[in-house]
């Protein structure tokens, strides 16, 4: 299995850099906001891939990630955006990555799935309590896995599905009830998949995209899950196979999918976007170039800040660009401090993106963040 994995690019610090940054053309401008990046307070370790969760408090709660090749980070840290530091928050049970961090409706957090130090795949959850600053074991998974996608559904339960498990890709899905804390087992996707997104839908149901098959290739496809029904069902094929690409959920109900690369490793040239109404996908915003593994957020305004990631097959980028989704077009705005891929980005509540860690120039490992602060016209 080990030799299997070492085939997913996210695996390997070359490949994982293999986030390419996205360079967009600006055919028609947008009338959306400029942001200011700004340095803020830096980690204690620097990591990439790590977990970012906004808590009910305002805080962002970082948790775990790789700090080198294949090294797997233990540790948790606290950012206040009051005082724009960060305080350590307690150690995992076991270093981890490629694992899913979800905010429940009690305000703690859910750690689940991913792999330790020495890339063994693990089952393992635990709940992480802001109040208490201490993790607490719940239930593990039904089967080991990594590099799947947690939900949070409309019902408070949290919908786990697909990713790497010991015998490759996975079609196998879980939901995790946190009123007794139990996992038992829902309808299988349709294709197995890892690395995919998924997005949940104003209707309730769950949108998976893309992503990668059994053996590594990006899949095109893209499947709706029913609650209600515990199954999975078709949702039309994306334009273009995708994979490292980011998805969000646009306030008209439509899911802007941005970044990723092909199965040729060559960037896509536009955004896609999906309409629930119908189930289609269609191709919107055309890209100069294109980026894996960026930053991807809704902005209070509606649009959509897209950051970092790499380009060229491998330089990180410090890009920083904004979509309209009443005019499908894409503008520059005020680059990153530092270039980086793989890092998180979050919107907090002040309406400020906080950016963090990632690899930089050179393969650097950051320990960085910085802040983009919306300029009002």
């Not at 980011?246 to 802007?256: E, K, P, S």
């Not at 976007?273 to 119908?278: G, V």
């Not at 100069?288 to 980028?317: I, K, M, Q, R, Y």
């Amino acid at each position: 299995m080990q030799t299997a994995l070492l085939k997913n690019p996210i695996h390997s610090l070359n490949l994982l850099a293999l986030a390419l940054g996205i360079t967009l053309t600006l055919a028609q401008p947008c009338p959306a906001a400029q942001l200011v990046f700004s340095s803020t307070g830096g980690l204690a370790v620097a990591r990439a891939s790590h977990t970012a969760t906004l808590l009910l408090d305002g805080r962002v709660f970082v948790a775990g990630g790789v700090k080198g090749l294949g090294a797997s980070v233990g540790s948790t840290e606290l950012y206040d955006p009051v005082s724009g530091t960060w305080s350590s928050g307690p150690n995992l049970p076991i270093a981890l990555a490629a694992h899913t961090a979800t905010l429940l409706p009690s305000g703690q957090v859910l750690i689940a799935g991913g792999k330790d130090k020495r890339g063994q795949l693990v089952s393992i959850a635990e709940l992480y309590d802001p109040a208490t600053n201490t993790f607490t074991p719940t239930a593990n998974l039904n089967g080991a896995r990594a590099y799947h996608t947690a939900t949070l559904l409309a019902d408070g339960n949290v919908l786990v599905a697909g990713g790497v498990g010991d015998g490759g890709a996975l079609a196998t899905a879980e939901l995790y009830n946190p009123t007794n804390g139990t996992w038992i087992s829902t309808g299988n996707l349709l294709t197995v998949r890892s690395s995919h997104t998924a997005t949940l839908l104003a209707s309730g149901q769950v949108l998976i995209a893309g992503g990668q098959d059994a053996s590594y290739l990006f899949l095109g496809s893209a499947e709706l899950y029913d609650p209600a029904s515990g199954r999975w069902s078709p949702s039309g094929n994306l334009t273009s196979s995708l994979g490292f690409d980011r998805a969000v959920l646009l306030r008209d109900g439509r899911v802007l999918l941005v970044g990723g690369i092909d199965n040729h490793h060559s960037g896509f040239k536009l955004a896609q976007i999906y309409d629930p109404t119908s189930g289609t996908w269609a191709n919107t915003g055309r890209l100069v170039a294109t980026e894996a593994l960026p930053g991807a957020n809704l902005l209070p305004d509606g649009t959509v800040l897209e950051t970092g990631g790499a380009h060229n097959n491998s330089l990180p980028s410090a890009d920083a660009l904004i979509y309209d989704p009443a005019t499908a077009t894409w503008a520059v705005t005020g680059g990153l401090i530092s270039a980086r891929v793989a890092h998180s980005a979050t919107l907090l509540r002040n309406g400020q993106i906080l950016v963090v860690g990632g690899v930089g120039a050179g393969g650097t490992f950051l320990a960085s963040a910085e802040l983009g602060t919306p300029q009002m016209h």
